[in-house]
């Protein structure tokens, strides 16, 4: 009996300790890869250099010369001349047919990530029907009011980014009738766990958001 208890008690702590350790390790081995793979490709010649004529290295370098590089463009862009060259580089950029594919797409990317008036329409979670009707999932409300030529035309839709389980990167992008989206009052923090978690960590009730006030006459 003793024995039975105490592998209960030790199961009870290992899987106590195992929850608390393994956000913190996933946390550690995300920001260990990040730093391999930023020291790497920016401070990469840098060290070799160093290395092959004086010996040494010095780790993080390739970090510190993306953090200088972010700030120098940070600087610069609030500056006349740079508003004036940037345009003209991008332009240049659009003249090669790869480089033609993928920047638009990553500018629209950037603008949406860190331009504060569309971090708003980030910040809806919500409940939309998905594989099926009869059964829902969370996703994002990344735009509203989409338009189509076989669209209603008195009819809302939402462009919902619905995401996999458990890495909330990657997902779906649907058009979702405004009658077929739940708006939730939930942070976008608090959805993310859910995904994240695989639904471990999860509200036990899903509030719609509150309908908005109609506008004072």
Same mark, same amino acid.
């Given at each position: 009996?003793?024995?039975?208890?105490?592998?209960?008690k030790?199961?009870q702590?290992?899987?106590?300790g195992?929850?608390?350790?393994?956000p913190?390790?996933?946390?550690?081995?995300v920001l260990? &890869? $990040?730093f391999? *793979?930023s020291?790497?490709?920016l401070g /990469?010649?840098v060290?070799?250099?160093?290395? #092959?004529e004086y010996?040494?290295?010095?780790?993080?370098l390739? &970090? $510190?010369?993306? *953090?200088?590089?972010?700030?120098?463009? /940070?600087?610069?862009?609030?500056?006349?001349? #740079?508003?004036?060259l940037?345009?003209?580089?991008?332009?240049?950029?659009?003249k090669?047919p790869?480089?033609?594919?993928?920047?638009?797409?990553?500018?629209q990317?950037s603008?949406?990530i860190?331009?504060?008036?569309?971090?708003?329409?980030?910040?809806?979670?919500?409940?939309?029907?998905?594989?099926?009707?009869?059964?829902?999932?969370?996703?994002?409300v990344?735009?509203?009011?989409?338009s189509?030529?076989?669209?209603?035309k008195?009819?809302k839709?939402?462009?919902v980014f619905?995401?996999?389980?458990p890495?909330?990167l990657?997902?779906?992008?649907?058009?979702?009738?405004?009658?077929?989206t739940?708006?939730?009052?939930?942070?976008?923090?608090?959805?993310?766990k859910?995904?994240?978690?695989?639904?471990?960590?999860?509200?036990?009730?899903f509030k719609?958001q509150?309908?908005?006030?109609?506008?004072?006459?």
């Amino acid at each position: 009996m003793e024995t039975k208890t105490s592998f209960s008690k030790f199961k009870q702590y290992f899987l106590s300790g195992l929850a608390i350790m393994f956000p913190v390790f996933v946390t550690l081995w995300v920001l260990k &890869i $990040l730093f391999q *793979v930023s020291d790497g490709f920016l401070g /990469g010649f840098v060290n070799d250099y160093l290395y #092959a004529e004086y010996g040494y290295y010095i780790p993080g370098l390739g &970090i $510190l010369i993306m *953090v200088s590089l972010i700030v120098l463009a /940070g600087y610069l862009t609030n500056k006349v001349f #740079a508003r004036r060259l940037f345009p003209e580089i991008e332009r240049w950029l659009m003249k090669f047919p790869l480089i033609r594919s993928i920047y638009p797409s990553a500018k629209q990317l950037s603008k949406f990530i860190f331009n504060e008036s569309s971090k708003a329409k980030f910040s809806r979670a919500a409940l939309v029907p998905w594989p099926h009707q009869n059964c829902y999932t969370l996703g994002f409300v990344m735009n509203e009011e989409i338009s189509c030529e076989r669209f209603p035309k008195s009819q809302k839709y939402y462009t919902v980014f619905v995401t996999t389980v458990p890495n909330p990167l990657t997902g779906f992008i649907s058009f979702y009738k405004e009658e077929d989206t739940i708006l939730l009052d939930i942070k976008v923090d608090e959805a993310l766990k859910v995904i994240i978690s695989g639904g471990v960590i999860s509200p036990k009730v899903f509030k719609p958001q509150a309908p908005a006030p109609p506008p004072a006459q």
